[in-house]
T-cell receptor, first 114, second 113 residues
């Protein structure tokens, strides 16, 4: 069964550094998402992306965040200048977008900011 | 999206049925009930969804009350691998609807030997 894959599984970065989290959505999917989960808290929506542009973003997704689909397969989340509070699990999800099709999630990247 | 209420935690013996309730008393007529689960530190996993009829797939069954104000997810023969947090989410579902999922705190199901 096709799945969403994310790399790396764990990323350790110094505060203030840039980080890029990578995702390969399911190949025939058209809508892409990033969510995050701070340890012990709820899964929170960050951003949705379709047709090479952001569809919706949350208040968390400020100017330090950006997303890109640089080629036909990858979907990336960039944090320009990381803060301690960016430490979290980051999940990528995708869906075909047709009726009854759920969002499928990757297993996440654990981001640790030192 | 309508809000849901779920118990914080539940236990279930291995091999027995796990029945996870969800209240969604303010659900609208065009909103579906979705269930996801999250096994420790993994990404949320889709389980099942339904509108008003009961649904069954290889993972679980979904029973929705006639007034649609509550539902129950049933894992017919729980295994230790079913230990997870289970999320009940209500949302509109139509062709092209790609809205974000709004997760609550869910129910932590512990399956014991």
């Amino acid at each position: 069964e096709p799945e969403v894959t994310q790399t790396p599984s764990h990323q350790v970065t110094q505060m203030g550094q840039e980080v890029i989290l990578r995702c390969v959505p399911i190949s025939n999917h058209l809508y892409f998402y990033w969510y995050r989960q701070i340890l012990g808290q709820k899964v929170e929506f960050l951003v949705s992306f379709y047709n090479n542009e952001i569809s919706e973003k949350s208040e968390i997704f400020d100017d330090q965040f950006s997303v890109e689909r640089p080629d036909g397969s990858n979907f990336t989340l960039k944090i320009r200048s990381t803060k301690l509070e960016d430490s979290a699990m980051y999940f990528c999800a995708s869906t075909r977008g047709t009726l009854y099709q759920p969002q499928h999630f990757g297993d996440g990247t654990r981001l640790s900011i030192l | 999206d309508a809000k849901t209420t779920q118990p914080t935690s539940m236990d279930c013996a291995e091999g027995r049925a796990a029945n996870l309730p969800c209240n969604h008393s303010t659900i609208s007529g065009n909103e579906y009930v979705y269930w996801y689960r999250q096994i420790h530190s993994q990404g949320p996993q889709y389980i099942i969804h339904g509108l008003k009829n009961n649904e069954t797939n290889e993972m679980a069954s979904l029973i929705i009350t006639e007034d649609r104000k509550s539902s129950t997810l049933i894992l017919p023969h729980a295994t230790l691998r079913d230990t997870a947090v289970y999320y009940c989410i209500v949302r509109v579902d139509k062709a092209g609807n790609t809205d974000k999922l709004i997760f609550g705190t869910g129910t932590r199901l512990q399956v014991f030997p």
